[in-house]
């Protein structure tokens, strides 16, 4: 899934963990990675993360906080970054979606980056 706000296109790709999940405890893994592209003039850091996660039960939790894996990267103009994370939720389908705040260092002006809103679906479901 690929979206584009401001300049900043985000990707992501996501992965059943069949190793780290319990289908008997409903305990469903999955892991994701983000490739953040920066294609503006300006040098753009990422400050904080937002995700809504929602099961199939129609479960949602919200997760918010500084940065994404413990960095707050600088991401210059042509450049990119990327990072994988992961989330359990209760269900073998799910989805997940948000946004970073990102900050352009030039003026110190914040925006929202929207993240484009995934599936997550464990190997064993067919569509």
Do not use: C, H
Not at 42 to 54: A, E, H, N, T
Not at 107 to 127: C, M, R, T, V
Request: net charge negative.
């Amino acid at each position: 899934m690929t979206k584009t706000t401001e300049d900043i296109t985000i990707r992501v790709s996501s992965y059943y963990e069949s190793e780290s999940s319990r289908p008997d405890n409903q305990y469903f893994a999955f892991s994701y990675v983000v490739e953040i592209e920066n294609n503006g003039p300006f040098d753009v850091q990422l400050l904080r993360r937002f995700w809504i996660i929602k099961d199939a039960n129609l479960d949602s939790k919200e997760v918010e906080g500084a940065g994404v894996i413990g960095k707050t990267p600088v991401i210059k103009p042509g450049e990119s970054y990327q990072y994988s994370s992961w989330s359990p939720i209760a269900t073998p389908l799910g989805k997940m979606a948000g946004y970073y705040t990102m900050k352009r260092l030039l003026d110190g002006s914040q925006f929202k980056a929207y993240i484009p809103e995934f599936q997550l679906q464990a190997s064993f479901i067919n569509n």
